[in-house]
Nanobody, 115 residues
Framework: VQLQASGGGLVQAGGSLRLSCAVSGSTVAIMGWYRQAPGKQRELVADISIGFTKNYADYAKGRFTISRDNGKNMVFLQMNNLKPEDTAVYYC????????????WGQGTKVTVSA
């Protein structure tokens, strides 16, 4: 399983970005996004199951929307009303089967939000 993330960049506070992640191989159980800011631990942003059940971090609720296209094996993260504290490297993540340790990470895409 290989993951290819894209869509990061520099945006002003209040702006929007859409991250995309293409996943090779078969359809996976859970697809998601994590982020890691400088000096901080990697944290969950949101994930979505193959049945489209979504889970968001509190800071993402109301601003970010996760979606997936099972036909194309892709996951997306629409980020609106971005804040400087959203600046981080965003990683896509998949869990191949529910509850398994077969997990994979993308290479990360950097998001920078200027004040």
């Amino acid at each position: 399983v290989q993951l290819q993330a894209s869509g990061g960049g520099l945006v002003q506070a209040g702006g929007s970005l859409r991250l995309s992640c293409a996943v090779s191989g078969s359809t996976v159980a859970i697809m998601g996004w994590y982020r890691q800011a400088p000096g901080k631990q990697r944290e969950l942003v949101a994930d979505i199951s193959i049945g489209f059940t979504k889970n968001y971090a509190d800071y993402a609720k109301g601003r970010f929307t996760i979606s997936r296209d099972n036909g194309k094996n892709m996951v997306f993260l629409q980020m609106n009303n971005l804040k400087p504290e959203d600046t981080a490297v965003y990683y896509c993540h998949v869990e191949v089967h529910f509850g398994s340790r077969d997990v994979h990470w993308g290479q990360g895409t950097k998001v920078t939000v200027s004040a």
